[in-house]
C-alpha cells in the first residue's frame, strides 16, 4: 500500500467474484446501451458498418418526420452494393427494414434522411448469439468464486514465533 501501510492479500474467491460481476456488467451496458440517432438537415446521414457472419443482419428501424425520404445502402467489403432502398413514408408512419448477409464480411451501412427529418436505429443481430458469451463466462466465474468462497477458512491462524 502506499504510504507504507499493509494490507491483507485478497482471496482467490474475491478475485473471481469480482471479474465476474465486472463481465456481467460489461455484457449487460453492451447490449443496452444502444440509443436511436435523429437525423436531420444539419446531419441527414448515419454512416457505420458491422463486422457480419453468413446470415447474421442488420434492422434499420426508422421513424420519419412528415415529408420524408429516406435511403438505405449497404456495402459489402469489396465496395460493391448489396442492398440499396428507398423510402418516402408517411407523416408517423414508422417502418423496419431487415438486411441479411449472404456471405461473412465487413458491411458498411449508410442510412440517408434526403428530405425532412426523423431517427434511426441500426441492431445487428448476430446468427450464432456469439455477443452473448460474456453471459456464461461472466457466472462461471460467480459460481466458482462462490464455491472456492465456502471452502475457504474464514479462520485466522495466529503463529507464535520464537527465536
Same mark, same amino acid.
Given at each position: 500500500?502506499a504510504?507504507?501501510?499493509?494490507?491483507?492479500?485478497m482471496k482467490?474467491?474475491?478475485?473471481f467474484l469480482?471479474?465476474g460481476?465486472s463481465?456481467l456488467?460489461?455484457?449487460?451496458i453492451?447490449?443496452?446501451?444502444?440509443?436511436? +440517432?435523429?437525423?436531420?438537415e444539419a446531419?441527414?446521414?448515419? %454512416?457505420s458498418g458491422?463486422?457480419m457472419?453468413k446470415e447474421?443482419t442488420? +434492422?434499420?428501424?426508422l421513424?420519419p418526420?412528415?415529408?420524408?425520404?429516406?435511403?438505405?445502402?449497404?456495402l459489402? %467489403?469489396?465496395g460493391?452494393t448489396v442492398a440499396?432502398e428507398s423510402?418516402?413514408?408517411g407523416?408517423?408512419e414508422d417502418f423496419? /427494414?431487415t438486411?441479411?448477409?449472404?456471405?461473412g464480411g465487413?458491411?458498411? /451501412?449508410?442510412? +440517408? /434522411?434526403e428530405?425532412g427529418?426523423?431517427?434511426?436505429?441500426?441492431?445487428?443481430?448476430?446468427?450464432?448469439?456469439?455477443?452473448?458469451?460474456?453471459y456464461?463466462?461472466g457466472?462461471?466465474?460467480i459460481g466458482?468464486?462462490?464455491?472456492k468462497r465456502s471452502? %475457504?477458512s474464514? %479462520?485466522v491462524?495466529?503463529?507464535?514465533l520464537e527465536?
Open positions: 500500500m504510504g507504507g501501510g499493509t494490507a491483507p492479500s482467490m474467491s474475491d478475485v469480482l471479474v460481476m463481465i456488467v460489461g455484457g449487460i453492451m447490449h443496452a446501451w444502444t440509443a436511436s +440517432t435523429t437525423l436531420d446531419s441527414p446521414t448515419l %454512416e458491422a463486422s457472419l447474421d442488420l +434492422t434499420f428501424e421513424s418526420g412528415k415529408n420524408a425520404s429516406i435511403t438505405i445502402t449497404v459489402s %467489403e469489396d460493391s440499396d423510402w418516402s413514408p407523416e408517423g423496419e /427494414y438486411f441479411t448477409a449472404a456471405e465487413f458491411y458498411t /451501412y449508410t442510412v +440517408t /434522411y428530405s427529418e426523423g431517427e434511426a436505429f441500426v441492431d445487428v443481430n448476430r446468427n450464432t448469439m456469439i455477443d452473448f458469451i460474456a456464461p463466462i457466472a462461471a466465474c466458482f468464486g462462490a464455491y471452502i %475457504e474464514d %479462520e491462524l495466529d503463529a507464535e527465536g
